[in-house]
């Protein structure tokens, strides 16, 4: 019986860890899909977000976002250089902020039509 109870706890412990990660996974895949609809309903055009450059939500000298108990950023790069401007969203937990957790990418396009009489 003994035998069977520390390959048993060990599977569970491996399943516990697997369900934080993609837990944690599934939270940053969210907030990435929350930052990239916050950027659509901005109704910028392109010009005006190329000048934003880099934005972070929140801001850098706020606290992070507590969401399932870990903290985390979001951070928004514009690229200038790109048509369609492309937008980079990363997301990170304030354990690794060095590594994005989860990177999306979108494309921005003006959308603004006019009649030319």
């Keep these: 019986m003994a035998i069977l109870f520390v390959p048993m706890m060990r599977l569970f412990s491996d399943a516990l860890y697997s369900a934080t990660v993609s837990g944690d996974m599934l939270t940053a895949v969210n907030l990435g899909r929350f930052q990239m ?11 005006q977000l190329k000048e934003l450059g880099e934005m972070w939500y929140p801001p850098l000298d706020t606290p992070p976002l ?13 690229k200038p250089d ?4 492309e937008v980079d969203v990363q997301v990170f937990t304030t354990e ?7 990177s999306l990418v979108t494309l921005v396009e003006d959308n603004l039509w006019t009649l030319d009489e």
């Design 82 to 85: 790109t048509d369609p401007l």
């Design 37 to 47: 609809e916050r950027i659509r309903n901005l109704n910028f055009t392109k010009r």
């Design 66 to 78: 507590e969401r399932n108990q870990a903290k985390w950023r979001v951070r928004t790069l514009f």
């Design 96 to 102: 690794d902020p060095k590594k994005p957790m989860v």
